[in-house]
């Protein structure tokens, strides 16, 4: 992802690749998310059969360069080892691939690498891991355990590179993950029965519109120099005037921004609102309908009025509702007596007096434009 920052504005979008919870069914496949940009794909949350599930899809797993994972529960990364074996299996010795680079909560790299020893995986490629340390306030106190900090003798995968361990910071009560020309990555802690991240992608801001014509009054034709403002430096003419590019150039373009949260019943403090504030997308679990609000809570999952409260308070755009219980079925394929998903969509909508809510379907694809025009769904072929 990356690319100069005068380049133009390129296509984003999101691929639901598993809906369900617990477990995949022939209707739903266990959690899987990706975000693609430029080609490059991110994938978020690994459940069981995602393999596959790309293979279905418009999508090309050896286009993966990172990982998220939001939590350790089998429905969210059982199908990772798997995929990375795939992946490897399709590629060429000669491919020369970057590192794939996996974000998670302390604990995932010794599955993955426990899971690769076990199995005798070698990869044709580098894989690191980086570990997210929780907090004991994540997760109902039967549920916690210590985290084990990997220790600098731990020995390696083959294919294993040293990977960062990553603690809270408490200045920001955030995760700093990825910082670069394209992108900034923060991750923010959830109440679940077991740690639970959410992620929030944000776009950095582009330059605005170079008034050409205003460049042309001061004699300045289109050329290398136009360049050169576009991407933020002064130039000198000829005659000795200097051009600042804040004189040429429109108000800087907003960013978009993504927010992909893992399996929760609430929010732990207040970052995640302040860093969900205003986002283009937010994917929420709603695992559960609203009548059954004490099980969802029991068992650590939310509603779609839980799910919609919160995209309400952070005002925004477009609320994604997924993770669905297996006992709701796809609209066209309920029978007489089924549970019919389009009752969570209901439910999150009257919260929102009215705005539209989508209900993530398997291979759903959702894009994202820079113009801040409505997101276009792509129906499921």
Request: net charge neutral; charged share 25%; hydrophobic share 35%.
């Amino acid at each position: 992802m990356r690319m100069s920052r005068a380049a133009v504005a390129m296509a984003m979008e999101l691929t639901f690749l598993g809906t369900g919870s617990a477990y995949p069914s022939p209707s739903r496949g266990a959690s899987a998310l990706v975000l693609r940009y430029q080609g490059e794909c991110w994938l978020f949350d690994c459940g069981e059969g995602t393999q596959t599930q790309f293979m279905r899809s418009q999508l090309r797993a050896g286009k993966i360069a990172k990982i998220f994972i939001t939590h350790l529960h089998g429905d969210h990364l059982f199908g990772l080892p798997g995929l990375l074996c795939t992946v490897s299996l399709q590629s060429s010795p000669l491919s020369n691939k970057q590192p794939v680079e996996v974000y998670g909560p302390v604990g995932l790299r010794k599955f993955l690498r426990t899971s690769m020893n076990l199995s005798h995986s070698q990869l044709l490629f580098p894989y690191v891991v980086h570990e997210l340390v929780p907090t004991e306030d994540q997760c109902f106190p039967e549920e916690w355990r210590e985290p084990c900090i990997q220790k600098e003798d731990d020995q390696l995968h083959p294919q294993e590179l040293p990977g960062k361990t990553i603690y809270l910071n408490p200045q920001e009560d955030c995760y700093n993950l990825v910082t670069d020309e394209q992108f900034i990555v923060k991750a923010f802690r959830l109440f679940h029965r077991i740690p639970s991240f959410g992620f929030v992608i944000e776009e950095k801001k582009r330059p605005g519109r170079l008034q050409t014509q205003k460049l042309k009054d001061m004699g300045v034709q289109p050329g290398p120099l136009y360049g050169k403002l576009k991407n933020g430096q002064t130039i000198t003419l000829n005659n000795g005037v200097r051009i600042f590019p804040m004189d040429v150039l429109e108000a800087p373009i907003p960013g978009r921004k993504i927010c992909i949260l893992g399996d929760c019943s609430r929010i732990v403090g207040d970052m995640g609102k302040k860093l969900c504030s205003d986002a283009d997308v937010l994917v929420h679990e709603a695992t559960l309908d609203d009548s059954q609000s004490d099980k969802a809570e029991e068992h650590g999952h939310c509603t779609p009025k839980t799910a919609a409260e919160f995209a309400k308070s952070c005002k925004v755009k477009r609320l994604i509702l997924t993770h669905f219980s297996q006992r709701y079925k796809p609209t066209a394929l309920t029978n007489a007596g089924d549970d019919d998903v389009m009752e969570l969509k209901t439910q999150a909508e009257l919260v929102l007096e009215g705005q539209e809510v989508t209900l993530a379907e398997d291979f759903m694809v959702i894009e994202i434009p820079f113009n801040k025009t409505k997101q276009q769904i792509i129906p499921t072929k």
